[in-house]
């Protein structure tokens, strides 16, 4: 399919589709069986200016959007899903620096950032506030010129390996999700410890921790935004980002159905190769179908957000749930054309049915999704 | 510091197809690559200029329009200008008379400090044309070095590896030093330089832009050598044993033939 991308796109594609193909095939499955963070792909991406496509160009990144991020982590996710929200989160902990840091603040981190020199995370979800956001308890008090951080965030991805995170707590509890501010925390403050680190179905190369806050000192100049303003910047970001999870469930997708025609044209039974059955014909042209509606919807999405529209909530959370769903369906679909061998650890679909799973829970589940989707369209008519 | 590194693009031999009755290689841009060992003698152009802030990097390739798109290749990793010496009159040219045609480039380019080339071409194997090279500009030459580094502005130490022993050489510059194919391995593009490459048309110098250019040197006519036949190489009757259970002299005899091959 033609997707009339620039031609900056498509190198950046092309650029992203090398690393995947020749760096990151060759560790997925180590990677996922020791669950080992891929700093070293990180650090190639970083060489290759990957790292900054979508920061601006006046804080030395590359001046792309969202679909050039979404380019890479689609790229990387055909063959390591894991490796891709590595790179992903930082993505996800560097757009409320994008969209409400002060001056000071992108100057500060969003060069190093672009540069691979930093990595970003994002900490919202805590063990009682995982879809309803706005009820989390870590709390950030003003004493002078400080705010003292207090409580704990859970499912933290690059947890540990981050070494910026931005870090929602409550300011004012009796405004409720308005007295929720964000604050950017950098990983040696006092106070700020890592937790446990979460030992998950998929993604296993990608870290995934716990983070605890006690006394932990974080200066004024540190706020994101205005004080109460963190429940926005959340949701803002999460619009932006939401695409991310759905190119990551499209290069999952892509990587499952690439293997499931390599093996049906292979392989042989009753004498004919399983490609010759119209049975695996259809679920191949099913793949087919589905992975190219994400991805079109994807892409829409992204040049939607890039043209500066001013709301895109449901789009962006429509192509999230589309994705990921198609990357369930697709990756279930190839496990089962591949048999035996499709259930074993031998070939990479076994990891991709599990790396799919998470693309429907994190950054808010599909069914919360929905819910956005259903409350945007009955305002609209 | 000022270094040339000559860059062929040869047919990539998974694609090759031969023309019988010229006796030559067809080549088209789909089929073809920058050679291999050229890249490595790149590689350490590129580590040079790493270190080393005011390193100019220019390619040297000599061969038909086609591989402009595979000299672009060559900015995409960092190098600051290409060159193609381009002109029917060379078709057919070996190595001698490629030698005396990159040699007449080399000097309507400049002065270079240091000249890298790759051991030998994919395609060609002479391992000839680097050492011409060197005795028509009358400069220093070192062959199949697999290792180079700047000691100061003009001198370099040179390594080269013969099976367990090292050789290490020192010399000054202006030198040309051929390099071992897998002694480096050419690094990945960078995005702004990818973003480069996409406007970038490489210089093209035609024979006429040379001085004092022997035109008797080049083409078929002036070459000392020719091709006489191509004979594809036939690997069918090489045989290949299955042990099903494997003993421990069976082993020994694996084990000695891999040794042997490393
Ligand atoms: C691998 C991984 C990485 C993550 N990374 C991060 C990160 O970097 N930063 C961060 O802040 N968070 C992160 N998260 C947290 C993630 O965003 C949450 O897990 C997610 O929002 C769901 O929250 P929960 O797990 O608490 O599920 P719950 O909120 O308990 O929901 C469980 C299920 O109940 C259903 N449900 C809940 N509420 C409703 C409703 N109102 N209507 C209908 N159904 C509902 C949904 O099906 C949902 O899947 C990560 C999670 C995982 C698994």
């Not at chain 1, 997925?28 to 990677?31: H, R």
């Not at chain 1, 990587?255 to 042989?268: D, F, N, Q, S």
């Not at chain 1, 994705?323 to 990756?331: E, L, Q």
């Not at chain 2, 000599?62 to 591989?67: L, R």
């Given at each position: 399919m033609?997707?009339?991308l620039?031609?900056e796109?498509k190198i ?6 090398r690393?995947s193909d ?5 560790v997925?499955?180590?990677?996922d ?10 650090d190639?991406l970083a060489?290759t200016e990957l790292?900054g ?7 030395g ?7 050039e ?9 055909r063959?390591c ?6 790179y992903?989160?930082t993505a996800?902990?560097?757009y ?8 000071e603040?992108k100057?500060?981190y969003l060069?190093?950032i ?5 990595i970003?995370?994002?900490a919202l979800t805590e063990?009682d506030?995982?879809s309803?956001v ?10 002078g010129d400080?705010?003292i951080?207090n ?7 690059n947890?540990?390996?981050?070494d910026?995170?931005?870090?929602f707590a ?9 007295g929720?501010?964000?604050?950017i925390?950098?990983?040696e403050?006092e106070g ?9 179905m998929g993604?296993r190369a990608?870290?995934?921790t716990?983070?605890?806050f006690e ?7 540190n706020?994101l ?12 970001t999460f619009?932006?980002?939401r695409?991310?999870?759905a190119?990551m469930?499209?290069g999952?997708?892509q ?14 039974q009753f ?6 059955f119209q049975?695996?014909?259809h679920m191949?042209?099913d793949?087919y ?6 991805r079109?919807m994807?892409?829409s999405t992204c ?6 529209a001013?709301?895109?909530s449901k789009?962006?959370?429509a192509?999230?749930v589309f ?9 279930t679909d ?8 499709g ?6 679909v076994e990891?991709m049915?599990?790396d799919a799973?998470?693309?429907q ?6 069914q919360?999704q929905r819910n ?10 | ?7 062929k693009?040869?047919v990539?031999p998974e694609?090759v197809?031969?023309n019988?009755?010229?006796r ?9 690559m ?14 040079i200029?790493?270190?080393?802030k005011?390193?100019h990097?220019?390619t040297?390739s ?6 402009e798109s595979k000299?672009k290749?060559?900015i995409?990793?960092g ?12 078709a057919g040219?070996?190595?001698?008379s490629?030698?005396y ?6 000097e309507k380019?400049?002065n270079f400090d240091l ?6 071409s ?6 000839i ?5 060197a005795e028509?500009?009358?400069i220093?030459?070192?062959?199949f070095a697999?290792n180079?580094?700047?000691l ?12 367990n ?5 020192e ?7 051929s ?7 050419l690094?990945?593009p960078?995005?702004?330089?990818m973003?480069k490459?996409?406007s970038y048309?490489p210089q ?11 035109f ?9 050598t020719?091709?006489?036949?191509f004979?594809?190489?036939?690997f069918?009757d090489?045989?290949?044993?299955i042990y099903?259970e494997i003993?421990?002299a069976?082993i ?7 040794t042997?091959?490393?």
């Open positions: 033609e997707y009339f620039s031609e796109q950046i594609k092309k650029l992203a589709k690393i020749e760096y990151v095939s060759k997925a499955i180590k990677y069986k020791e669950g080992i963070f891929p700093r070293d792909i990180l190639l060489y790292t496509v979508y920061i601006p160009k006046e804080y990144g590359f001046g792309g959007g969202v679909m991020m979404c380019l890479v982590v689609e790229e990387l996710s063959n899903a894991g490796v891709a929200v590595s992903a989160a996800l902990g560097a409320p620096i994008i969209l409400y840091g002060k001056e603040q100057k500060k060069p190093k672009a540069k691979g020199e930093l970003a995370a994002f063990a506030a995982g309803d706005s009820s989390i308890k870590t709390t950030a008090e003003k004493k400080y705010y951080l409580g704990s965030k859970h499912w933290i991805t947890g540990g390996e981050a910026v995170y931005v870090v409550v300011t004012d509890k009796s405004k409720g999700p308005r929720i501010s964000a604050f925390v950098e990983k403050y700020f410890y890592c937790g446990k680190k979460e030992d998950k993604i990608s870290s995934t716990e983070l605890i006394d932990c000192k974080v200066h004024k100049e706020l935004g205005r004080e109460g303003t963190g429940f926005i910047v959340a949701m803002k619009d932006r980002t695409p991310g999870v190119a469930a499209v999952i997708a990587g499952a159905y690439e293997h499931a025609i390599r093996y049906a044209k292979e392989r042989v004498g004919q190769p399983l490609s010759s049975a695996i014909q191949l042209a793949m179908i589905n992975i190219e509606a994400a079109a994807l892409y040049r939607m957000i890039d043209s500066g001013k709301d895109f789009e962006s959370s192509c999230k994705a990921s769903d198609v990357a369930m369906k697709v990756t190839a496990v089962q054309i591949m048999g035996g061998n259930y074993v650890k031998d070939y990479p990891k049915m599990r799973k998470v693309t829970i994190f950054e808010g589940a599909n919360i956005i989707i259903a409350s945007e369209i009955i305002k609209e008519y | 510091m000022k270094i040339l590194v000559c860059i693009q040869v990539n694609k197809e031969y019988p009755e010229t030559t290689i067809k080549r088209n841009a789909q089929h073809l920058n050679n291999p060992a050229d890249l490595s003698a790149l590689e350490f152009a590129l580590r200029k790493d270190v080393y005011d390193v990097i220019t040297l000599m061969g038909p329009s086609e591989c000299i290749e060559l995409e990793v190098c600051d200008s290409c060159v193609l010496l381009s002109d029917k009159r060379l040219s070996d190595a001698y490629t030698a045609a990159l040699a007449k480039a080399i380019l400049g000249i890298l080339c790759g051991e030998s994919l395609d060609g194997e002479t391992s044309v680097p050492p011409q090279i028509y500009l009358n220093p030459h070192i062959a697999s180079i580094k700047v100061e502005l003009q001198r370099i130490e040179v390594e080269r590896k013969v099976k022993t090292v050789f290490k050489f010399v000054n510059l202006p030198a040309l030093i390099v071992k194919k897998e002694s480096s391995y690094r990945l960078k995005l702004s330089f973003i490459a996409l048309t093209v110098l035609s024979l006429d832009d040379l001085e004092n250019f022997d008797s040197k080049v083409g078929a006519e002036g070459s000392k020719s091709v006489d036949r004979v594809e190489q036939c069918e090489v045989k290949c044993e099903e003993e421990d069976q020994e005899c694996i084990a000695d033939l891999v042997r091959f490393l």
